[in-house]
């Protein structure tokens, strides 16, 4: 059985051990509840049973819990710079046990640590031999991080995203632009200016499982919002961030068609 409320009580009691005025901690706590009620929209616009909703809505609120730990030690949200923090969400929920103060129940815990571990995956990593039921819960962890994800980023402050006063004298490498072009899919690594992260960001199209995130991200014109955030001083970084925009505007379109 899975208590959703109870869990939410967890959530909040787990997140008073740190520092909740610092700007990165309160952002990544308004994205995990975010996320957390995304996900389950999510699974009822797919007419999932209640277990099904539940264990996405939860899911959810869990998929980020080392985000804390990550900022904590780091300042930062890039993995590569520091630890994975999906990688550090698990050791917390499950070696050190916190997993069953969310939830008694452990007949879940296999395909929540399945979900957790490959929410933040490149896509050609994801492991092929998942049973229905753990692929479902990958899939959805994974569009309902990115929705909220390209959410903060139309809204969002700069400088808690970027960490950068200004993204418009930055400029985009080509290595970065160039794996847009060819395949949509980034490279995390090998990202060297805050533009490389915003492109990688515009990838995230490529990577939906569900039209539901698609169609809500069109509906509400997050990309339109982002890409009139940014006028780089750079023409042809001004060129590049057009022909990005044009490319996911086009691919949502064309996906959202049929």
Do not use: C
Request: hydrophobic fraction near 35%; glycine fraction near 2%; aromatic fraction near 14%.
């Amino acid at each position: 059985m899975i208590d959703i409320t109870k869990a939410k009580i967890a959530f909040k009691e787990y997140i008073k051990k740190y520092d909740i005025e610092n700007p990165k901690i309160k952002l990544k706590i308004a994205h995990i509840e975010r996320t957390s009620q995304i996900a389950r929209k999510m699974a009822e616009s797919l007419n999932l049973s209640k277990e099904d909703i539940e264990l996405a809505e939860l899911i959810g609120l869990l998929h980020d819990i080392g985000r804390f730990e990550q900022i904590r030690k780091y300042n930062t949200f890039v993995d590569y710079l520091s630890e994975d923090h999906a990688k550090i969400g698990m050791d917390i929920l499950f070696k050190n046990g916190l997993i069953r103060d969310f939830i008694e129940d452990n007949k879940y815990d296999k395909i929540i640590e399945l979900a957790i571990i490959n929410h933040n995956k490149d896509k050609n990593m994801l492991p092929k031999n998942l049973s229905t039921k753990e692929d479902l819960h990958v899939k959805l962890i994974r569009d309902s991080d990115k929705v909220d994800i390209i959410y903060i980023l139309t809204f969002g402050d700069q400088k808690t995203i970027w960490n950068s006063d200004d993204l418009n004298k930055e400029k985009f490498t080509d290595e970065i632009y160039n794996e847009f072009i060819k395949d949509h899919n980034i490279i995390y690594k090998n990202r060297k200016t805050n533009a490389d992260k915003l492109i990688s960001h515009f990838a995230f199209v490529f990577d939906f499982n569900f039209d539901y995130g698609l169609r809500y991200i069109y509906q509400n014109k997050y990309f339109d919002k982002i890409y009139n955030r940014f006028n780089f001083e750079d023409e042809e970084t001004k060129k590049k961030f057009y022909k990005i925009y044009e490319i996911t505007n086009n691919y949502i379109k064309e996906k959202l068609k049929g």
